[in-house]
C-alpha cells in the first residue's frame, strides 16, 4: 500500500515537560495502578481455576491496564505511558469502514488519529514487533492494542466477514488485512482520478472558484499515490478547461515570460491558481441572502395579484348574475 505519511520520531510526546492536565492524570493512574496491585494479589492467593473451565476473553482496554501495573508511573517511560493515554481519550471516533466505496475516507481517518497522538510511525514503519528494551515495549504494546481496538472496532460487521482476523493482534498486521480486501489497485484509483482531473471544467461546477479547489483536490490525490502531475501538464490541462477570461490570462503570462519561441514557457501551477483566485469576485453572502429575499418577494407579490384578480373575477360574475336575474 502507498502510505502517506509526515513527521518522524521527533513528533513524539515529551515526557520531562508534561502539562498540568498531564499531572492530574499521572497521580490519577498511580492511585488506579495502587488499587490493580491489591486486586493482583487477591487474584494470586484465591485458588486456581480449572484448567477445562472456560474463560472470558480479555480485552485490549484491559490489556492496558494490566501492562500499567508492571511500571513505574513516576518513571520517564511511565510519564510516557500517562501522557499517551491522556492524548487518546482525546481521541475522537473515525468514520466506519463499510466497503470498498469508502476505504480511503476510512484510511484517512485513521492516519489522522494516529497522528494525533504522535504515534503514526507504528504505520509508517510496517512495525510488527515490539522493541527489545522492556520499557519500550511496555509503551509499544500499549500503542499497539489502542491502534487495533481503534481500527476494529471501526469496521462494519458486514465488512469484518470479509475480513480474516490477524490472530496476533498486531495493529500494522491488521492494516495490512484491511488493505489487501478493501484498496483498490493503485493503476485503478490513478487512472479514475487523472480522467476525473482532465475532464473536470468550470461547468460542471458552481463556480470557477469550486472548479479550482475541485482541481487542486484531484492534484494532491495523485501526489498521495506517489503520482505527482508535472507542473506543464497540470498548466496545459488548466489552460484548455477553464473559461476563455482566465485563458486569456493565462495567455498573457506566457507571452510575458517568453524570450524564444523555440524554448516553452513553464509556469508554476500553485502560482498561477493563486492569481487567478485573487481575481475571482468575492462572495457576498448578504447580496445572496438579499436577492434571494427579493425573490421570495417577488412570488409574494404575484400570488397576491392572482388572488386579486381572481376576487375581481368573481365580483363581476356575481354582478352580471344580480343584474340578469333583476
Given at each position: 500500500?502507498?502510505?502517506?505519511?509526515?513527521g518522524?520520531?521527533?513528533?513524539?510526546p515529551d515526557?520531562?515537560h508534561p502539562?498540568?492536565?498531564q499531572?492530574?492524570?499521572?497521580?490519577?493512574?498511580?492511585?488506579?495502578?495502587l488499587?490493580?496491585?491489591?486486586?493482583?494479589?487477591?487474584?494470586?492467593?484465591?485458588p486456581?481455576q480449572?484448567a477445562?473451565?472456560?474463560?472470558?476473553?480479555t480485552?485490549?482496554?484491559?490489556?492496558?491496564?494490566?501492562?500499567?501495573?508492571?511500571?513505574?508511573?513516576?518513571?520517564?517511560?511511565?510519564k510516557q505511558?500517562t501522557?499517551f493515554?491522556?492524548?487518546?481519550?482525546?481521541?475522537?471516533?473515525?468514520?466506519?469502514?463499510?466497503?470498498?466505496?469508502?476505504?480511503?475516507?476510512?484510511?484517512e481517518?485513521?492516519?489522522?488519529?494516529?497522528?494525533a497522538?504522535?504515534?503514526?510511525?507504528?504505520?509508517?514503519?510496517?512495525?510488527?514487533?515490539?522493541?527489545?528494551?522492556?520499557?519500550?515495549?511496555?509503551l509499544?504494546?500499549?500503542?499497539?492494542?489502542?491502534?487495533?481496538?481503534l481500527?476494529?472496532?471501526?469496521?462494519s460487521?458486514?465488512?469484518?466477514?470479509q475480513?480474516?482476523?490477524?490472530?496476533?493482534?498486531?495493529?500494522?498486521n491488521?492494516w495490512?488485512?484491511?488493505?489487501?480486501k478493501?484498496?483498490?489497485?493503485?493503476?485503478?484509483?490513478?487512472?479514475?482520478?487523472?480522467?476525473?482531473?482532465v475532464?473536470?471544467?468550470p461547468?460542471?461546477c458552481?463556480?470557477?472558484?469550486?472548479?479550482?479547489?475541485?482541481?487542486?483536490?484531484?492534484?494532491?490525490?495523485l501526489?498521495?499515490?506517489?503520482?505527482?502531475v508535472?507542473?506543464?501538464?497540470?498548466?496545459?490541462?488548466?489552460?484548455e478547461?477553464?473559461?476563455?477570461?482566465?485563458?486569456?490570462?493565462?495567455?498573457?503570462?506566457?507571452?510575458f515570460?517568453?524570450?524564444?519561441?523555440?524554448?516553452?514557457?513553464?509556469l508554476?501551477?500553485?502560482t498561477?491558481?493563486?492569481?487567478?483566485?485573487?481575481?475571482?469576485?468575492?462572495?457576498?453572502?448578504?447580496?445572496?441572502?438579499?436577492?434571494?429575499?427579493?425573490?421570495?418577494?417577488?412570488?409574494?407579490?404575484?400570488?397576491?395579484?392572482?388572488?386579486?384578480?381572481?376576487?375581481?373575477q368573481?365580483?363581476?360574475?356575481?354582478?352580471?348574475?344580480n343584474?340578469?336575474?333583476?
Amino acid at each position: 500500500m502507498g502510505d502517506d505519511y509526515d513527521g518522524q520520531y521527533h513528533d513524539r510526546p515529551d515526557p520531562d515537560h508534561p502539562t498540568y492536565a498531564q499531572k492530574l492524570e499521572i497521580e490519577r493512574l498511580r492511585t488506579e495502578r495502587l488499587k490493580l496491585q491489591l486486586e493482583l494479589a487477591k487474584l494470586k492467593a484465591a485458588p486456581t481455576q480449572p484448567a477445562n473451565q472456560p474463560t472470558n476473553p480479555t480485552l485490549a482496554s484491559d490489556l492496558v491496564v494490566q501492562r500499567m501495573s508492571i511500571y513505574d508511573p513516576d518513571s520517564a517511560i511511565g510519564k510516557q505511558i500517562t501522557i499517551f493515554l491522556w492524548q487518546a481519550k482525546l481521541v475522537s471516533e473515525p468514520i466506519q469502514l463499510t466497503s470498498l466505496s469508502n476505504y480511503i475516507a476510512w484510511k484517512e481517518s485513521i492516519l489522522l488519529r494516529t497522528k494525533a497522538v504522535k504515534y503514526h510511525y507504528i504505520l509508517k514503519e510496517k512495525e510488527t514487533a515490539p522493541p527489545t528494551q522492556t520499557d519500550s515495549k511496555i509503551l509499544w504494546e500499549c500503542v499497539n492494542d489502542w491502534l487495533y481496538d481503534l481500527m476494529w472496532n471501526s469496521i462494519s460487521p458486514q465488512a469484518k466477514l470479509q475480513i480474516e482476523t490477524p490472530r496476533d493482534r498486531i495493529a500494522y498486521n491488521l492494516w495490512l488485512e484491511v488493505g489487501t480486501k478493501f484498496q483498490r489497485p493503485i493503476e485503478e484509483q490513478r487512472r479514475h482520478i487523472y480522467r476525473e482531473l482532465v475532464f473536470l471544467t468550470p461547468k460542471k461546477c458552481n463556480s470557477v472558484r469550486e472548479y479550482l479547489h475541485k482541481f487542486q483536490d484531484f492534484r494532491m490525490q495523485l501526489a498521495k499515490l506517489n503520482y505527482p502531475v508535472a507542473d506543464w501538464q497540470l498548466i496545459d490541462i488548466l489552460y484548455e478547461n477553464i473559461t476563455k477570461i482566465y485563458q486569456d490570462f493565462l495567455q498573457l503570462k506566457i507571452e510575458f515570460k517568453r524570450t524564444l519561441n523555440f524554448e516553452a514557457v513553464n509556469l508554476d501551477i500553485d502560482t498561477v491558481i493563486n492569481e487567478i483566485i485573487s481575481r475571482l469576485p468575492k462572495e457576498d453572502k448578504d447580496q445572496s441572502a438579499s436577492g434571494g429575499n427579493q425573490g421570495l418577494h417577488a412570488t409574494e407579490d404575484k400570488n397576491k395579484n392572482k388572488d386579486k384578480d381572481k376576487k375581481g373575477q368573481n365580483q363581476g360574475q356575481n354582478q352580471g348574475q344580480n343584474q340578469s336575474s333583476n
